[in-house]
């Protein structure tokens, strides 16, 4: 019974990373741009030790790379709008100055005209700086990446000029995993390493967004299913209980 016991909280703990990345799915479910992550799993390991020969334990196995499978796109009109077509991503600059990429294209112009996502991270061009738009500007972007500003206070009709090309990755023949701030970064490597180009031309979609790629039914029922596994699991550890319980009292009436 002590086993059963044992390996029941076991399984209780071991499943709280799946737990985890399911929660962490059903809260992004309308996050623009979301990519959700592939599954976690839990394997079976035998305990090391004296007089645990016969113990296994499970053990949970988790992956985190991210499924960059497209989710809905949602026109809405607005000039600073993008969506990654296939598996592109954007390459943005973090706070402490490396690359990462995302698939967010909610974008705007801070104070001092500098093109970044809706959290106020910047976004990198070609250049390798960031893409900063002359005050009173305005600002059309075309489905290659390329941002174009220009003056309407300027008479006659001034052809836009060229700021500079947000930095587009396609991202199809390399792993991607999330990094602590949510950007994602290449699979094994530091962060700020850069996606080697593979000959395909990553592209957007302008005045698009692109809605998150998590099912909200298939997480509800995972969902449930998880509650499911954790009742099973203390269930058991009461019967376990209450069989030493009835094992204890036999012996004192013999």
Do not use: C, W
Not at 80 to 100: H, K, P
Not at 239 to 254: I, N, P, Q
């Amino acid at each position: 019974m002590d086993r059963l016991a044992f390996n029941a909280v076991a399984a209780i703990n071991e499943q709280r990373i799946s737990r985890q990345m399911t929660v962490n799915d059903l809260a992004n479910v309308s996050t623009v741009g979301f990519k959700r992550s592939y599954e976690a799993a839990t394997r079976a390991i035998k305990v090391e030790g004296d007089g645990l020969h016969s113990r296994y334990q499970p053990q949970s196995v988790s992956t985190d790379n991210i499924d960059l499978s497209p989710g809905a796109i949602m026109a809405t009109g607005r000039k600073l709008d993008v969506a990654m077509n296939g598996q592109a991503v954007m390459g943005v600059t973090t706070s402490a100055g490396e690359l990462a990429f995302t698939r967010r294209g909610d974008l705007q112009l801070s104070a001092g005209g500098v093109l970044q996502t809706a959290t106020g991270v910047a976004v990198r061009g070609e250049s390798g700086g960031p893409i900063t738009v002359p005050p009173g500007f305005e600002v059309s972007i075309n489905g290659d990446g390329s941002v174009y500003a220009q003056d309407p206070a300027q008479a006659g009709n001034a052809p836009a000029a060229l700021i500079d090309r947000i930095l587009l990755r396609e991202a199809s023949q390399v792993k991607l995993e999330r990094r602590v701030d949510g950007f994602f970064k290449v699979q094994g490597q530091p962060d700020g390493t850069d996606i080697a180009a593979t000959g395909e031309i990553a592209s957007l979609t302008p005045r698009a967004l692109e809605g998150s790629n998590v099912n909200a039914i298939t997480v509800m029922v995972k969902m449930m299913e998880q509650s499911r596994s954790f009742e099973h699991q203390v269930r058991i550890i009461k019967e376990s209980k209450s069989g030493d319980e009835s094992g204890a009292t036999m012996l004192k009436l013999s």
